[in-house]
């Protein structure tokens, strides 16, 4: 049994992480701001824009009870947010993977055109959007002896992207597909936030789940080139395309399922348990989120 000076010091750093938390939400959106300003390429800074935000969703799913209305609610800005600049990264996605598949069909839409006139008419709407949000985040505060609220909420997290992934990856519509990835996402990010605690097994994880988001991207953008081939006017490459868009399919969901098995091969609380006891050893570090 632990004595009174143990407890209080696994009280101590539980603390340490729950400030650390409200530290990093609140940062996010500072960064998020640093990134429409920057001068680098429109396609990029919608791309790093749009990966904040979804780091920032993932860490808000993260709340403690106190917190999870406001939390939700900010979710959902963020969301908006990033889905102002959904059309422009899609149109850089077909054309990027059809210049890969097929140079010789020629011009193909011009996705940093569309990013720079997409980010010419929503950056400054987006810029007071997020002044907002930060303004309402820097409000937040946690009660001087708050529980470690982070490990079931990681847990919860761990467990519905294990239960989705019970569906076989080869065999998902595209839709659960795209559903799936989102809580992958959220998982990776949660696994890279709370990595200082065990820096090892969670670097690991983290790791396998950005792999595994990057199979799942792979299938749901080579569906999103072949919605595109599908609207407009066939031509002699096309049938060729459309045999290698399905193999290449094929294939990530191949490796994305063999990800996905070794990602959840421990029960959720088993890796709860695990990750308890790594927060109450050691201190949080502040990790990149990008």
Not at 233 to 255: C, M, N
Request: hydrophobic share 40%; net charge positive; with cysteine.
């Amino acid at each position: 049994m632990a004595g009174r000076p143990q407890v209080e010091a696994r009280a101590a750093l539980a603390r340490q992480w729950s400030r650390h938390w409200l530290r990093a939400c609140r940062d996010i959106p500072e960064r998020a701001l640093g990134v429409l300003d920057r001068p680098d390429e429109p396609g990029r800074r919608i791309h790093d824009f749009r990966r904040l935000m979804k780091a920032w969703r993932a860490l808000l799913r993260l709340a403690p009870a106190a917190l999870a209305e406001e939390a939700r609610a900010v979710r959902r800005e963020a969301g908006r947010l990033r889905r102002r600049f959904g059309v422009a990264r899609d149109a850089d996605v077909v054309a990027r993977i059809l210049r890969k598949l097929c140079p010789a069909r020629g011009k193909q839409p011009q996705g940093q055109d569309a990013a720079g006139e997409l980010l010419r008419g929503q950056r400054d709407s987006a810029r007071r959007a997020l002044r907002r949000l930060s303004e309402r985040v820097a409000g937040w505060s946690l009660p001087d002896h708050a529980d470690d609220f982070l490990t079931p909420a990681f847990r919860r997290s761990y467990r519905k992207a294990r239960r989705q992934a019970g569906g076989d990856p080869r065999q998902m519509d595209v839709e659960s597909l795209h559903g799936w990835r989102t809580r992958i996402v959220d998982l990776g990010y949660q696994l890279s936030f709370l990595s200082p605690a065990d820096p090892g097994r969670l670097t690991r994880l983290a790791r396998r789940a950005e792999r595994l988001r990057g199979r799942l991207g792979e299938v749901i953008d080579l569906n999103l080139v072949s919605r595109h081939l599908a609207e407009q006017p066939p031509r002699e490459s096309g049938s060729w395309l459309e045999h290698e868009i399905e193999r290449r399919t094929v294939r990530q969901r191949r490796r994305a399922a063999k990800l996905a098995a070794r990602l959840f091969a421990r029960r959720p609380r088993r890796v709860g348990a695990e990750l308890q006891e790594a927060i109450s050893r050691r201190p949080p570090r502040r990790i990149k989120l990008t």
